[in-house]
């Protein structure tokens, strides 16, 4: 039985989007500000500080990273720890902010936004150009969440949190265009949502589950759940593959709102999972 250990010292306020790259884990503590990078080799920690709610971060071929947060998309360079605005495709949208963002293998980076819960459906899964401008992807969205694409890039699997669905769409990698958007798992039965996932190299698909502490391994092929794993944490935010092999599944969680946890807002990681994944792909913005 696969079970999980807390690593790192770091408590997030809400700890989410980890990305493994080039042998340490990067994720954000939204809530906090921050993103933070932890290398399990030595367990160091270091920290980025920013002025905004950061709700990713991905590497570039620029050697800097993207991220995304209340204010549009900026660029970070870890070096000096100087950011640049790139572009903000919802100025009007005060409320809104970006949330989860993922690197297609073909290095394109989507990101969506999330709109207030008084105003459902105003949000938008976006692709951002090499220089940060947006086109929309994909619309209306509420909640924009998971990512992850099919090992033949053909199908990109996407969660918008309050429908309690993941989607499929056909993919092209050509153009990046998103089409034939279908159900393919219904969550609805859960009273846990759908939050952060990601995909292994057998086309598994690996979702936390925000406030029902825990992850989901599902089969998307046959839509059928394989396995649960319980995480001491409710709010189970998002997971990715990582560790030398690829095969250690890191998971973030953040800090319930009431409930009394010992382990709320740690990072998590399950070890030997009996699959793997490769390490994220950067976002091609030097092309």
């Not at 698909?205 to 092929?221: N, R």
């Not at 709010?235 to 092999?245: I, V």
Request: with cysteine; aromatic share 10%.
């Amino acid at each position: 039985m696969l079970t999980a250990e807390p690593v790192g010292n770091r408590i997030s306020l809400w700890g989410e989007g980890p990305v493994w790259y080039q042998s340490e884990l990067t994720y954000v503590d939204i809530n906090g500000k921050a993103i933070v990078c932890y290398d399990p080799a030595t367990g160091d920690e270091r920290e980025y500080h920013l002025d905004q709610n950061i709700g990713f971060a991905v590497p570039a071929q620029s050697g800097k990273w993207i991220y995304g947060g209340n204010h549009g998309i900026f660029s970070l360079d870890m070096k000096s720890g100087e950011s640049t605005a790139l572009h903000d495709p919802e100025p009007e949208l005060t409320e809104s902010r970006f949330n989860d963002g993922k690197t297609a293998p073909d290095g394109r980076l989507f990101a969506g936004t999330m709109c207030p819960k008084t105003d459902p459906g105003k949000a938008k899964l976006y692709q951002i150009a090499n220089n940060g401008t947006c086109t929309t992807a994909y619309e209306p969205v509420t909640t924009s969440n998971g990512l992850a694409w099919a090992a033949d890039s053909k199908t990109l699997y996407y969660i918008d949190t309050p429908s309690k669905e993941i989607k499929a769409f056909e993919y092209n990698s050509t153009t990046g265009a998103l089409s034939n958007p279908r159900q393919i798992i219904d969550t609805s039965d859960d009273p846990s949502s759908p939050d952060g996932m990601c995909i292994d190299t057998d086309n598994n698909l690996w979702v936390a589950f925000c406030h029902g502490g825990c992850v989901k391994q599902f089969d998307p092929a046959a839509g059928k759940l394989i396995q649960k794993i319980d995480i001491p944490a409710l709010e189970t935010t998002s997971c990715t593959f990582g560790g030398g092999s690829g095969s250690d599944l890191y998971v973030t969680t953040g800090i319930h709102k009431t409930e009394q946890e010992q382990w709320g807002g740690s990072l998590f990681v399950i070890r030997d999972t009996g699959t793997h994944a490769p390490p994220a792909v950067p976002f091609a913005d030097s092309i």
